[in-house]
């Protein structure tokens, strides 16, 4: 068969199973999971995996699992991802009340995309007209989110890094992958369908703890040492630098203090508190984190207490490969129609979020479309798919049709992108890197 007779029989099956698809991601939206933890999801991709005759390795990373297609002919090794996890949203329609976990950035949708493409490809004839392989992995906690819990795992040598693909990496399930795509959800922000191109922020994380002296707040509070007001006039001191960064290094830090002491009656001796540092390269965002350590130290300088500050490696900011997005917009374009398509140039912000899809765009030709099929914040209580068939079907289709075309005609095209991308990064370099970026230290005066 020609590309276009295979792209029509995969986008015909697709449809065929379109009801399906749509119901786990349903599914999965009604059993919401962080990171690390999505132990239901898992085990509903390894049954759509059985059910496609699909074998799989699973407990990836924890709970990822990845399972693939071999055209018999020789190739290159296509990924197609998708992320297991959710975030936590207190009070959203389809949050778990108890650990408030949340599809509130429309990962449920990834997952059955994923395992639509697959479908598209198994089916009759498909196979043996391409060259290469295609490898389909769902991938726990993309979502840098419950740094504390993470970092215990980290110690506890469950994990080495708190993202999910930062991880499979590690473990070497990127070692013979040679191009990935994926496509995420968001809002509308035009009136496009479907947004490709431009690039995010990457980022590292920190985990913090300020020591002070427990006294009795009412009673003796001058006996105490409040680890409290540490804290506070560390995050004022955060603020005070933001007329030092540059515009155009999108520079993001926002904390959270997620313990903020044991008893009102006592002056608060151990507070912890998490932060992002976001920026738009890694040169800009590891300057940033050594604005905010010096932020930290002068809260703890302040009221003569101590303070440990952990960084961690976050996640690297992304770049789209313009021919891999070429082949998808000519794909996604028949689906939706040109004129429903935005591209955004490679240096243009699609937003200030990260993503570790950005770190495996250091490493290989990536592409990371948004299908505008939600409406509400993302993150939000409000967030939510209001178009499954373009969430899922149509982006199925494209993602499936792009597959055919890197792969049809002895993968001249998949070749062709791989040898003309200058990746910066190799997965050895990468990983030093990551590990350089991991410190600890305590700071008292």
Do not use: W
């Not at 496609?52 to 990836?60: K, V």
């Not at 905010?292 to 300088?301: F, H, N, Q």
């Amino acid at each position: 068969m020609d590309s276009v007779k295979i792209k029509s029989v995969v986008c015909d099956e697709i449809e065929k199973n379109k009801y399906k698809l749509i119901a786990v991601a349903k599914e999965i939206l009604e059993n919401p999971e962080p990171g690390f933890k999505e132990f239901k999801t898992s085990k509903i991709v390894s049954r759509e995996f059985s059910y496609l005759d699909m074998p799989h390795e699973s407990e990836i990373a924890i709970t990822g699992l990845k399972s693939h297609l071999d055209s018999g002919n020789p190739g290159p090794n296509i990924a197609v991802i998708g992320e297991l996890d959710s975030v936590k949203v207190l009070g959203h329609p389809f949050g778990d009340k108890e650990t408030t976990a949340a599809h509130a950035c429309g990962h449920h949708c990834q997952i059955a995309m994923m395992l639509g493409v697959a479908v598209g490809l198994k089916a009759t004839g498909v196979l043996e007209s391409l060259s290469g392989k295609v490898t389909f992995m769902a991938v726990p906690a993309e979502e840098y989110i419950e740094i504390e819990y993470r970092d215990n795992l980290r110690r506890n040598g469950e994990i080495e890094f708190l993202g999910g693909k930062p991880e499979f990496v590690r473990l070497g399930h990127f070692d013979d992958i040679d191009m990935a795509m994926m496509t995420h959800t968001s809002v509308p922000t035009n009136d496009s369908k479907i947004t490709i191109g431009g690039t995010n922020v990457g980022m590292v994380g920190k985990s913090i703890q300020f020591s002070g002296v427990a006294s009795h707040a009412g009673g003796s509070p001058h006996l105490g040492v409040n680890a409290l007001n540490a804290a506070m006039v560390a995050m004022s001191a955060i603020h005070a630098q933001r007329e030092t960064y540059r515009d155009k290094d999108s520079i993001r830090i926002h904390p959270i203090i997620t313990k903020g002491g044991v008893a009102v009656s006592s002056v608060p001796a151990d507070v912890r508190m998490e932060t992002y540092v976001r920026g738009g390269s890694i040169e800009a965002f590891l300057s940033a984190s050594e604005k905010v350590d010096r932020a930290l130290r002068a809260g703890a300088m302040t009221v003569g207490g101590s303070v440990t500050i952990q960084t961690l490696p976050g996640y690297l900011p992304i770049q789209n490969n313009e021919t891999f997005l070429d082949l998808y917009q000519n794909n996604a374009a028949e689906l939706v129609g040109q004129e429903k398509i935005s591209r955004l140039p490679p240096h243009v912000m699609h937003g200030t979020g990260s993503t570790d899809m950005g770190d495996i765009s250091q490493l290989m030709p990536v592409i990371h479309p948004y299908v505008e099929a939600a409406s509400g914040n993302g993150h939000g209580i409000d967030y939510v798919i209001d178009d499954y068939e373009l969430a899922v079907v149509t982006c199925a289709k494209a993602m499936a049709m792009t597959v055919v075309d890197l792969l049809a005609d002895g993968a001249s095209n998949a070749s062709r992108i791989i040898s003309e991308n200058d990746s910066p990064l190799t997965i050895s370099s990468y990983l030093s890197l990551l590990r350089s970026m991991t410190k600890e230290e305590t700071f008292k005066e």
